[in-house]
């Protein structure tokens, strides 16, 4: 195991213990008598990671003579990380107190994550996917009326992937984990921008468990889509670490900004493709192009020149910022996040006027830190191409014209502060969404 990934371990206050390898699925009852000692088990799965990993699980424990409840299988067409499922796996959960096993990726691990949590239990997690950072993340993501919402509930006491299963994994669940690993590059470079305008401070410790081997983690796309088993340790090993940060720091700031936005924006819209959901790292990997597009527009601007007075005075008024979140997603399943959440990040004018002296002032540092951080939109595109991760809107379903759209949208559905909020804060949005979508822009809407 990478040494950083040890020494995460080692200050994770939720997992205990943790396998990353090849071949190491054998290794799965010993990890868990280990932890859970004298307890039951019961393996929890759907149709496809039954197939890939949880019928092999199974099998190990009880050929080690671990007692287990019947295995419960998830029998449903794109089954998804919403609120019926968890009724469905609390109401087994409830008839007995065995651990339950998570045999599979994303939205596995997050229904029993959650549900273990209600059952006041915990449970380890065997991934069969690189498909995305919530492995050994705090919270579980769930959609709840209508909501993409993150509930308080601790990380897996133990997880084991096993690389040979990841690599095997259909490639666009591979391209999936890419490109929500690779959102951890905007994330961080907004959470620079927090921290600079005295928004957010960084917590030196979470930030380095994160970014520290970040861009090698990325570095082997061509390895990945030809699945070589030795080239997902890289990428695995990035995913938990994304993950042990967020432990650390109760929060998903470490690892989601504005490009994680986007897809919660589209979950709670019911973005779907050919009636199917695209996955999370789908979704996050066009966000992650639409923050880098922004940041571009943002190092091209000359900030020493902002007309501090010009973005005070076209400051809307609390009111009026609630009036048009209140406005926008009237008629949908979630008309008051708007309001809930533009009230929540306000900032007076003469906080604004702070904040922007602030980035003027400092501007020839900070644009230093974010030049470090960043990759150009078209590197990444590149690269996305490479290992057949969605590049384009029209990939997940989405046109120009909505995605347009959607930087306005995302904008208003999370306090986190963000490119996004700093383009609305300096009165460019408009103007850099004009750049984004016109001729040798990233994605030119053609009239």
Not at 154 to 164: G, I, K, N, Y
Not at 245 to 254: D, T, W
Not at 261 to 290: A, R, Y
Request: contains cysteine; glycine residues 8%.
């Amino acid at each position: 195991m990478d040494p950083q990934v040890e020494k995460a371990l080692e200050r994770a206050d939720e997992t205990r213990a943790l396998i990353v390898g090849t071949d190491v699925l054998g290794q799965t009852a010993e990890l868990f008598r280990t932890q859970f000692p004298d307890r039951k088990a019961i393996v929890v799965a759907d149709t496809n990671t039954w197939a890939a990993a949880g019928e092999k699980v199974f099998q190990i424990l009880e050929e080690a003579g671990i007692a287990q409840e019947k295995p419960f299988i998830f029998d449903a067409d794109g089954l998804y990380a919403e609120w019926k499922y968890i009724e469905m796996l609390d109401e087994n959960l409830k008839t007995h107190d065995a651990i339950p096993v998570a045999c599979g990726s994303g939205t596995i691990n997050d229904l029993c994550k959650l549900c273990a949590f209600h059952q006041n239990r915990r449970y380890m997690v065997c991934g069969t996917a690189a498909s995305m950072d919530g492995y050994t993340a705090f919270g579980a993501s769930i959609t709840f009326e209508g909501k993409k919402q993150t509930f308080s509930c601790p990380a897996p006491q133990a997880a084991l992937v096993d690389t040979r299963i990841a690599g095997a994994a259909d490639l666009a669940m591979t391209a999936s984990g890419y490109a929500d690993l690779y959102a951890k590059v905007p994330a961080g470079a907004d959470w620079i921008l927090a921290d600079s305008l005295g928004i957010e401070a960084i917590d030196g410790y979470v930030w380095d468990v994160v970014q520290d081997g970040l861009h090698d983690a990325l570095s082997n796309p061509e390895g990945l889509a030809a699945k070589d088993p030795e080239a997902f340790a890289p990428l695995v090993e990035g995913l938990i670490l994304s993950g042990f940060a967020m432990q650390a720091s109760k929060s998903s700031r470490p690892a989601s900004g504005a490009e994680h936005q986007f897809s919660h924006l589209w979950d709670m819209e019911h973005l779907k493709v050919n009636g199917v959901s695209p996955s999370h790292g789908s979704k996050v990997g066009i966000g992650t192009l639409c923050s880098l597009a922004l940041y571009e527009c943002l190092l091209e601007t000359d900030v020493s020149r902002l007309d501090v007075d010009a973005c005070v005075s076209a400051w809307p008024t609390l009111e009026a910022q609630q009036k048009t979140a209140a406005e926008m997603f009237a008629g949908t399943d979630f008309p008051d996040l708007g309001v809930t959440e533009v009230t929540a990040k306000y900032c007076t004018p003469e906080e604004l006027r702070r904040q922007l002296e602030m980035l003027k002032q400092n501007w020839p540092e900070i644009k230093a830190k974010l030049e470090k951080q960043l990759v150009p939109s078209r590197e990444v595109y590149r690269k996305f191409a490479l290992i057949g991760a969605p590049k384009d809107p029209e990939d997940v379903g989405v046109t120009r014209e909505r995605l347009r759209g959607s930087f306005i949208r995302a904008q208003h559905i999370r306090r986190r502060f963000t490119i996004l909020d700093l383009a609305v804060r300096m009165n460019c949005l408009e103007t850099w969404l004009a750049r984004i979508f016109s001729k040798g822009g990233l994605w030119e809407i053609r009239e």
